[in-house]
């Protein structure tokens, strides 16, 4: 593993500055006039325009009062004083959001009864199965640093809240939206209000890439796994949060390139992860992509896999289109690659419905192969959909072996392990922590070994998504 020549952020930062630009930035939520807004919606917005602006809209203040939810544990498990005190303006920040959020609900949408918990209420519907997924993981994460304050938990934690939710998922939509707002010169009160709530995640995201750049620091490597493992297990929510169930058609009406959006939220994790210390290596292995293409193809890449029905919520059919298929394994090229196997390792992947498709490592390359391979080191026998479901984590890969849905013939042992083709296995770390219970490919990798467990884990999980 090279050394990092990529500027850290820690010595251009410090915390009682950041303490000091909170004092300075106050706003009051509770002011923000709403007036010409509640006008604008009714008669300036298209109803396309409103439905996609509230999709949006629901997710923002679902988040904010997620993140409120969950920082108590970063507070306690702090380990320098002037962490704690920026992790208690941040707490109040999150909470004056979700008031934000909630006004504009009732008072211009005309949502809830004023009150946060019918707000929260009566726009659940509108969230996605990324966003569940997201914020099911962070609650679990904040939870386990009740239990572990160790520095590696809260370096899990941290990559979790502020770099992927704060730092990649937020801010990116955040200013998307206030572009939107000015072109079309709407919702002054609510432009105002994203400018102030932009205002206040810069300083927390800062914040955290202050936190882990100097967690980093004190040990590149094991401080490193742990931010790449928490990227990588976010990958299928992270992928599936801002996309409508139903596609993207959706947000036409406001003029969204979701595509765009994502080559941004891309762009963002990398230049995060840059400025924490990573290498070129580690952040490759964490966002697993493809380093000769720009961040806007790999957006459009995304967005092919979302509109494919592979990834996402599951509710589109899956595609067998030859041109959609070949972008799916050159995904898997790329997580092959993050941990690649020995040169002459042939990994194959045959499936029922559209074909094989095989890997060589060879001379320090992973070739790519259409059809079968004479003699793979190994084999995954399985139909397009449930490959996809495996690949989504929406299935439970126990369940396809038991129902031989899913045959596995060959070096079993290429599938497990610190440096299997997939990854890091669940439980192989030499320091225990993990960022989220495994599903998808992890959880196959877990269960492998163990022909106990895999019954044992079908009992505690009898329900595949
Ligand atoms: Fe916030
Ligand atoms: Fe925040």
Redesign the pocket.
Known sequence: MGTSTAPRIASQISYSDLYARWERGHWLATEIDFTQDRIDWQEKLTEGERAAALWFFALFFHGEDE?ADDLSPYVEAAPIEEQTYFLTT?QV??SR?SVFFNRFMHEVVGLGDGTPGAGLQATEGHLTWGHRETFKNLAKVAHELHADRSPEKFAEAVTNYHVIV?GTL?QPGQHMMEAWLERRGILPGFLAGMQKISV??QR?IAFGMKTLSDLYETDPVGIGDVIVDAVRTSGAALMAFAYPSGGRAFLEPMGVDLAALYGESMRALDSRLKGIGLTGEQRQRAMTIDPSLSFGQQGERVLQLLDAGYVGDGTLPKSKRPEDVEVLFSMIANVIEAYPPKDGTVVQFDLTDVGARHYVRSGGELEYHQGPHPAPSVSLRLSLDDFADLIAERANPVKLLLLRRLRISGDRGLLMGSRSIFGPAPGTRSKPTRAASPKGLALLRSALPYPGRVAQRLVARPAAR
């Open positions: 993140v941040q920040d999150e959001h704060e937020a206040d995640e927390h």
